[in-house]
Each structure stands twice: as structure tokens, then as C-alpha cells.
């Protein structure tokens, strides 16, 4: 195992820190001062356009920050990643996202295996399931074609999913229609199935390990529903669960458990994260709302930037200068959080699906061999699609005491063009997209205030200190590659972040603690009064008054 490298103790570090205590940051004089600013720190990326300039960088900190890149090795850990080398050291396994959009021409052997063979069986079986099902020739018990796909899954066999479902609503074939139920709050199963025909109704169980408690539970329970909604119209039960349930797992030993048959679930392997899942058979949902051609696309926006991300040097590598800035950020400037800002309401999921993605990744206090982390790890990420957010919680961004970084993220051709007397509505909602980054980056001087006839006592409060850094990705259209390219860009921005902090970003053992206590404590909830007797004074309490509230 490679230790990781302290980056604290690295001579780049040194130059950040001289750097972060020399520099004044003054968006305002370096765009004035630097005609060349905006196009010396503006990147393509396959198809987006990613303008660095309105960050709080120079290109002495680019060259330090590059200088850091080298001094952690992240170049050599990235070609470890790719080459599926056990890069998640507590789970000994390698990390092959990035394998599973590679063209089926390649090759890649991974422990005695060529796993982009492996990939491309599963894509085809995925593929012809989904003509069929979008054809009609795959029908239900009563012969009728499908009109509803249902995945149950949760965390990354759900968020990526629902997300690009969102995202590509355009491209889901006309008169089909996909639902999520991924809660174990019976609510969540109860909304999403009780307006659904079982005849024209699949349900795609979706989990990594075929253990997970929601997702089983919320399987068994749709399941239940399916054949009580079958019996209820006198129609016959025997072999419906093999022509409206199919299921996407590591483990098709478990499926078969359940009932599956294991002709009807489509595989992959302990070397995809769950948060690093959407593109392999825990798309299949998608594969059939957007069809095969369209995933293709989507697979295709993917490799590019893993093309990029594989090739380029630090310097101008933009994931790895994107994460790079949030580890100044985090780091230098104590940012303890990170906007993602769609101006595009179909990415309206996109910051949820984010959550999961950068924080599972990199919310950890240890190092990949066990010894504590040297330095903040970890922001928080959060946002909401502008113009919404604009109206709700930019205020802080703007004027609140923290610095939060902000990615915006914008496409050119709407979906929808349309005008509102003669105005073009996707230009309004653009203009807001540049106003606000202008905005933050340049604020509003006193002096602004005044000579607007402000009265003085109310100056202060609206005086604007600008300097507050922002990324703005924009984007040709939300086509399916577009999509592909803006989730590897933050998976890989994520495995940046990670690679600098020393931490094993595709393991999650933070989420273990609370889901084991809440198999114990489901005892003393239903009534086990010693089990109540073995809880603490607080959870002993609110279990007594949830049993006296329970009707
Ligand atoms: O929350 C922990 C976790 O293991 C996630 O990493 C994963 O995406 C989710 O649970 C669902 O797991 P599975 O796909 O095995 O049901």
C-alpha cells in the first residue's frame, strides 16, 4: 500500500499558505489589469465551456496548485484508477467506473479478467431488454405492453437515475413513464403505486448488494401490491413476477432469492461504487426511458472526459483544477461548503445526486492507511436550480459572512424555446445566470450605493464586497452526452479532492453504525420492553411516547 503524502507537508503547501496570507482579492482590478484574464482561465471540456476566471485565483496559485497535484501523486493515482489497480484500500477493490464507458473495442484485464468485455455483454442483454420493452414485444401477464417502469433502489441505485431521468425528461419515450420509490417511509411506495395499472407496470429492483434494507423492503411491499392488484381484477398471478419484476445487482444469487429470475437481472461488479453506479446496470431504467441509442450518447459524454481527465497535464486538467480550487477553498479559505447552481430546471435533481457523489466520497477523518487526515476534508455540497435559488438562499451567498463557492451551470438551446411577447424566456433566465456570477464576483462599492441617492444610514446593507469566486460551465444543450460529461467531471473532481486529502474515496463506512442500530432498536420500537430497557435515556424516552402516540 502507497502511504498517502502529507500535502501540508509539501513545498507547495508552503507556497499556498504564502500565497493565501499575501493575497487581496480583487476580481474587480485583476479583470481590469488583465485583458487576457477571462481567456487565460477559460477550459474546454469535451462540449462545456468551464470559465475558471471569476475565481479567486492567479496564476501563481495555478502553478502552486498544479505544483500540489504532482506532490501527491495525483497523476500516477489517477493512471492506478484506470488501470484497476485496489485503489479502495479498506475494501480491497479496484475503481473502474471509468472502465464501464469505454468503447467495446478496448481491453482491460483486471484480475485475470477483461472487464471491458465483461461490460459490454451486460450493455448489449441491457439494450435488447430495452428494445423490447419500448417496442411493446416484452409485455405483462395480460399481454399488454409496458407503460410504467417503477426503480426501487436507494442512495446511488437510486439518485443517479432519478437525476438523468430528470434531466433527459426530452428524450423518455412519448406515453411511457418511469417512478422512484427509494424511502423506507411506507408513504414513499404508497404515492408512487397507487394510481398504476398492474398490467402495464415493471418493477426494476435496483441494488449493488441485494441486502438493503429499504430497497428490499420496498420490493417485497410492491410486490405485495402487485398481486393483491392482480387477485383484486380476478387475473391470474402464477408467472406474473417474471414478466413485471427484473432486477440490477452485483449479487444475482440474492435475486434469485427473491424470486427473480436470473435471466431477467442485469449485472455488474464490486468494482463500481454505488455513487459511481448511473452508468452501469443500475441505468437500465434509464436505458429504457431514453432508449439504447440515446444511453450510448450518454456513455459517450462520459469517456470524453475521462479521455480528458486521463491525458491532461494538472495545469490543464480541468476536474483536477476544479478540484484543486475546493481544496484551496476548503482548505486555505475555510470554505465549509460548495453551491451547485443549475440554471437548467431539468438538473433539478442534480445537486441531491451530488450530495451523495462528493460527500459519501470524501466525508472521512482517516487516511486510505488508517492514520488520521492532516488538513479539513470534506465540504459540504448543496444547491437548487436558479432562478428558485436566487429567491431563497443567494442572499447569504452574496452577502453573509462565509465564502461559498459556487458552480453555475447553463446550456445554450433550450429545450423549450419559447417567447414571452418578444422576448426570448431562456435569454431572461440567462441574463441571471451572468448577472449573478458578475454579481458576486464584483460586487457593489459604497460609493455605487450613494451615487444611486441611497440614503446613508442604509448604505452599509447594501454594499456588496464582491470576490466571492464562482465557476460558470456552460453547456451547447442538455443532450445525453452533456449529461455523461458534467457527472464525470464532478466524479472526477471528487477523486481529486480525495487524492490530495489521502483518503479512500469509494468506501462508505460512516453509513454502517446507523443502519446496524436501527435493526436493533426496530425490537424495542415494536414493544420488546427489554430491549426498550437497553436503550438510552433519550431514545428510551421518545420510543414510550411514540408507543402512546401510536394510533
Ligand atoms: O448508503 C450506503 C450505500 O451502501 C450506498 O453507498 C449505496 O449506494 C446504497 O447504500 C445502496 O446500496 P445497494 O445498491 O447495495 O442497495
Redesign the pocket.
Do not use: N, W
Given at each position: 500500500m502507497q502511504t498517502p503524502v502529507d500535502p501540508t507537508a509539501t513545498s507547495a503547501w508552503k507556497r499556498l499558505t504564502e500565497l493565501h496570507e499575501a493575497m487581496e482579492p480583487d476580481l474587480r482590478a485583476w479583470f481590469a489589469d488583465d485583458p487576457q484574464r477571462a481567456e487565460r482561465f477559460s477550459y474546454e471540456l469535451a462540449d462545456l465551456y468551464v470559465d475558471l476566471s471569476k475565481n479567486l485565483l492567479t496564476d501563481d496559485v495555478l502553478s502552486a496548485l498544479a505544483e500540489l497535484a504532482e506532490a501527491v501523486d495525483l497523476p500516477a493515482r489517477r493512471d492506478a484508477m484506470y488501470a484497476g489497480e485496489h485503489i479502495n484500500i479498506t475494501e480491497d477493490r479496484a475503481v473502474l467506473h471509468t472502465a464501464l464507458r469505454r468503447p467495446a473495442t478496448d481491453t482491460l484485464v483486471v484480475d485475470g479478467q477483461d472487464v471491458i468485455a465483461d461490460v459490454h455483454g451486460v450493455l448489449d442483454k441491457i439494450y435488447a431488454f430495452a428494445d423490447r420493452v419500448r417496442s411493446g414485444q416484452w409485455t405483462g401477464i395480460t399481454g399488454k405492453p409496458i407503460e410504467t417502469v417503477v426503480n426501487i433502489?436507494?442512495?446511488?441505485?437510486?439518485l443517479g437515475p432519478v437525476m438523468v431521468y430528470e434531466a433527459l425528461k426530452p428524450y423518455v419515450k412519448d406515453g411511457l413513464e418511469c417512478r422512484f420509490i427509494s424511502n423506507i417511509d411506507p408513504a414513499d411506495c404508497a404515492e408512487k403505486v397507487k394510481d398504476l395499472d398492474p398490467e402495464t407496470t415493471l418493477f426494476i429492483i435496483?441494488?449493488?448488494?441485494?441486502?438493503?434494507l429499504?430497497?428490499l423492503t420496498n420490493a417485497r411491499m410492491a410486490r405485495d401490491w402487485f398481486l393483491a392488484a392482480l387477485e383484486e381484477r380476478g387475473l391470474p398471478t402464477e408467472g406474473a413476477i417474471a414478466k413485471h419484476f427484473v432486477a440490477v445487482?452485483t449479487a444475482l444469487d440474492k435475486v434469485a432469492e427473491f424470486g427473480i429470475d436470473p435471466d431477467n437481472a442485469f449485472g455488474f461488479w464490486n468494482w463500481v461504487?454505488?455513487?459511481y453506479?448511473v452508468d452501469s446496470a443500475?441505468g437500465t431504467v434509464l436505458a429504457v426511458a431514453i432508449g439504447p441509442e440515446h444511453f450510448k450518447e450518454f456513455l459517450g459524454g462520459f469517456h470524453a472526459v475521462d479521455e480528458h481527465f486521463a491525458t491532461k497535464a494538472p495545469a490543464e486538467n480541468v476536474p483536477m483544477l476544479m478540484g484543486l480550487l475546493n481544496v484551496w477553498y476548503v482548505n486555505f479559505f475555510k470554505a465549509a461548503s460548495h453551491a451547485v447552481l443549475p440554471y437548467a430546471q431539468y438538473l433539478h435533481r442534480f445537486a441531491a445526486y451530488l450530495q451523495?457523489l462528493t460527500m459519501?466520497s470524501n466525508g472521512k477523518s482517516v487516511r486510505w492507511d488508517g492514520s488520521p487526515v492532516t488538513t479539513e476534508t470534506g465540504e459540504i455540497f448543496w444547491g437548487e436550480p436558479g432562478t428558485n435559488g436566487q429567491h431563497a438562499f443567494y442572499q447569504l451567498i452574496h452577502q453573509g459572512t462565509q465564502l461559498i463557492p459556487a458552480d453555475f451551470i447553463a446550456v445554450a438551446n433550450p429545450a423549450h424555446p419559447t417567447k414571452d411577447g418578444g422576448v426570448d424566456v431562456h435569454e431572461l433566465f440567462l441574463s441571471n445566470y451572468l448577472a449573478q456570477t458578475a454579481a458576486l464576483a464584483f460586487g457593489k462599492t459604497a460609493e455605487e450605493v450613494r451615487a444611486e441617492g441611497t440614503p446613508e444610514e442604509i448604505v452599509p446593507a447594501r454594499v456588496f464586497a464582491g470576490n466571492r469566486p464562482t465557476t460558470s460551465i456552460l453547456a451547447p444543450a442538455l443532450t445525453p452526452s452533456v449529461v455523461g460529461q458534467l457527472i464525470a467531471l464532478y466524479e472526477h473532481i471528487t477523486f481529486t479532492q480525495g487524492i490530495v486529502w489521502g483518503i479512500d474515496s469509494f468506501d462508505?463506512w460512516g453509513?454502517e453504525l446507523g443502519?446496524k442500530l436501527a435493526l436493533e432498536i426496530a425490537p424495542a420500537v415494536q414493544g420488546d420492553a427489554a430491549a426498550l430497557e437497553a436503550q438510552d435515556a433519550s431514545t428510551r424516552a421518545l420510543i414510550t411516547r411514540y408507543r402512546d402516540l401510536r394510533r
Open positions: 433502489g436507494i442512495g446511488g441505485s437510486d435496483a441494488s449493488k448488494t441485494f441486502t438493503t429499504e430497497t445487482s461504487g454505488g455513487r453506479s443500475v451523495q459519501e462508505q453509513v443502519k
